[in-house]
């Protein structure tokens, strides 16, 4: 649909196009013509859009603050599955992994040499000096949020402590590439950068994901990608930074049985953190951590 400079802009703002995303627009059709990979302008969200993710994120993160208290040893994973849903249904959010292509629980609980995408089990019980990864996802009102932290139960070897300290330094790194007009390359480089740099390697297959309307919208974000490449960040575009760092080599598998739980091959430990980013007008704002 192609506005006239006085008519209403499409992002809901009330004022005229020309006052509001009439110069944004411009610039990204020019960038479209230098052949850079431009967002659609239905992955850019509108203020009222953006709203309705960050009361998604408020209880997102209210989740994990209810994990944060509980965790530890002799806890199983199980426990977290039901601790997650009951939070986050009291809530009035719904766990936007709970049957979600299948996947047959409300969180997502990654222990030690578990990548991602961990299923909360009862026969699973924390104990001293794992690492854990605890993945919440939500919907509110239709809007998506998603976040993931790592805890250390109880003393945890100065080697794992490192590996979840440096993951979450590359989650940083990342973070401080976005801004507008940059590239999504940006924040792969500087994670992987930093991880490398720590002796760790970067999951290649599995990356982060723009997210809003739906749980899992373009962009694909890959960790090891290259500086100045990939989709540009235009404001409104918003995504998760959530690498995956291994202590070992980068390579994983899927769990056969389950068809979900990633592993690192070489059984070394792995860590993520995961948060929400939307690019601004001046920077970015992170809306989910
Ligand atoms: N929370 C994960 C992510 O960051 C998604 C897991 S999909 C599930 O993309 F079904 F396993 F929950
Ligand atoms: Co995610």
Not at 4 to 21: A, Q, T
Not at 184 to 195: F, T
């Amino acid at each position: 649909m192609k506005l006239s400079p006085n008519d209403v802009c499409w992002c809901g703002s009330g004022r005229k196009y020309k006052k509001c995303h009439m110069a944004m627009d411009e610039k990204m059709a020019l960038l479209h013509d230098r052949h850079l990979q431009v967002p659609p302008r239905e992955l850019l969200k509108t203020p009222a859009q953006i709203e309705g993710m960050k009361e998604s994120a408020k209880v997102n993160m209210a989740v994990l603050d209810a994990v944060a208290e509980k965790i530890g040893a002799g806890m199983s994973t199980e426990d977290i599955d039901q601790l997650v849903y009951e939070t986050t249904t009291k809530m009035g959010g719904i766990p936007a992994p709970l049957n979600y292509e299948g996947f047959p629980k409300s969180v997502c609980t990654s222990v030690n040499e578990e990548v991602c995408h961990g299923i909360p089990d009862a026969s699973v019980i924390l104990k001293e000096g794992d690492i854990i990864n605890v993945d919440v996802s939500t919907i509110v009102d239709g809007y998506f949020s998603d976040s993931s932290r790592m805890f250390c139960i109880g003393e945890v070897s100065e080697d794992k402590r490192r590996l979840v300290e440096v993951t979450r330094e590359c989650v940083q790194k990342g973070l401080e590439q976005v801004q507008p007009w940059g590239f999504l390359g940006d924040v792969g480089a500087a994670v992987n950068e930093h991880a490398k740099k720590n002796g760790y390697s970067v999951v290649r297959e599995i990356g982060g994901h723009g997210i809003g309307l739906q749980f899992h919208e373009d962009p694909w974000v890959s960790f090891v990608a290259k500086k100045g490449t990939g989709m540009v960040l235009v404001p409104g575009l918003v995504f998760t930074i959530e690498p995956m760092v291994n202590m070992g080599r980068h390579g994983i598998y899927c769990d056969e049985d389950n068809g979900w739980t990633i592993y690192t091959r070489d059984g070394k430990p792995s860590a993520q953190w995961e948060i929400m980013v939307q690019v601004t007008e001046t920077g970015h704002e992170v809306l989910c951590w």
